[in-house]
């Protein structure tokens, strides 16, 4: 079985996705970017919208098991840290930054994550 979970995001229906999928015992979040003026507020935003869809899912950080981040400049991503490990707390993820162009230049971070989906 196959859920598909929309956050009605603006490119959902432009490039053709969904927020998130469970399949296959996994909940898939797609990239995510935030809102803000700088790398840190963004983070925060993209970290809020993830949290929603794996609620929606019935996931949640903890259930995390791998983390990607894609950042135009790798050079801000040490600002995130303190953040991104509060909110992994005890159960951190396997994790990978890539440095790379982004949808659009305003953006800071996109943050795409795997996480178990809860046993029904």
């Given at each position: 079985?196959?859920?598909?979970?929309?956050?009605?995001?603006?490119?959902?229906?432009?490039?053709?996705?969904?927020?998130?999928?469970v399949a296959g015992g996994?909940?898939?979040?797609?990239?995510?970017?935030?809102?803000?003026?700088?790398?840190?507020?963004?983070?925060?935003?993209?970290?809020?919208?993830?949290?929603?869809?794996?609620?929606?899912?019935?996931?949640?950080?903890?259930?995390?098991?791998?983390?990607?981040?894609?950042?135009?400049?790798?050079?801000?991503?040490?600002?995130?840290?303190?953040?991104?490990?509060?909110?992994?707390?005890?159960?951190?993820?396997?994790?990978?930054?890539?440095?790379?162009?982004?949808?659009?230049?305003?953006?800071?971070?996109?943050?795409?994550?795997?996480?178990?989906?809860?046993?029904?």
């Amino acid at each position: 079985m196959i859920r598909r979970i929309s956050s009605g995001g603006e490119f959902e229906a432009k490039v053709g996705y969904c927020r998130a999928v469970v399949a296959g015992g996994f909940v898939h979040v797609a990239g995510t970017v935030g809102q803000g003026e700088d790398v840190i507020t963004q983070c925060q935003s993209a970290l809020e919208t993830i949290a929603k869809a794996l609620a929606d899912a019935g996931a949640s950080f903890a259930d995390i098991v791998r983390v990607n981040y894609y950042l135009p400049d790798r050079h801000e991503f040490d600002a995130c840290w303190p953040m991104l490990a509060e909110t992994f707390g005890d159960n951190p993820p396997a994790a990978t930054m890539i440095e790379c162009g982004l949808i659009d230049p305003k953006y800071r971070i996109e943050i795409e994550v795997t996480a178990l989906a809860p046993q029904v």
